[in-house]
């Protein structure tokens, strides 16, 4: 069985960082691409970034500089390390995962998803 399960979420200050982690069965193996989405309060989710089967990564204009997403293969586990948090980063954000070799950037290309974690940002 397939699934995905985020943790990591909380509240802190502009400046902060905060370090999102995404559980993944053993099932979803190196041939995924593996992404974070967010979605923020009253707006559509958004890619954040992505990281493909042979380790390359891709990132939102929005966040590159400040956002790193790895993965620990033999812990299946996704991350998501956030610096420089800033209070238009507050949104629920999501791991996903699609059976890709190339990453695609629209949402509807991944067809699993885990239930999300709350990043909240105080100026």
């Known amino acids: 069985q397939l699934h995905l399960a985020e943790s990591g979420g909380g509240s802190v200050q502009a400046g902060g960082s905060l370090r999102l982690a995404c559980e993944y069965s053993?099932?979803?193996?190196?041939?995924?691409?593996m992404a974070w989405f967010r979605q923020p309060p009253g707006k559509e989710r958004e890619r954040v970034a992505t990281?493909?089967?042979?380790?390359?990564?891709n990132y939102a204009d929005s966040v590159k500089g400040r956002f790193t997403i790895s993965k620990d293969s033999p812990k299946t586990t996704l991350y998501l390390q956030m610096n420089n948090l800033k209070p238009e980063d507050t949104a629920m954000f999501y791991c996903?995962?699609?059976?890709?070799?190339?990453?695609?950037?629209?949402?509807?290309?991944?067809?699993?998803w885990g239930q999300g974690t709350q990043v909240t940002v105080s100026s």
């Open positions: 990281i493909d089967p042979r380790g390359n990564t």
């Open positions: 053993g099932d979803i193996y190196s041939g995924f691409c």
């Open positions: 996903a995962a699609g059976r890709w070799f190339n990453c695609p950037e629209e949402i509807d290309k991944y067809n699993l």
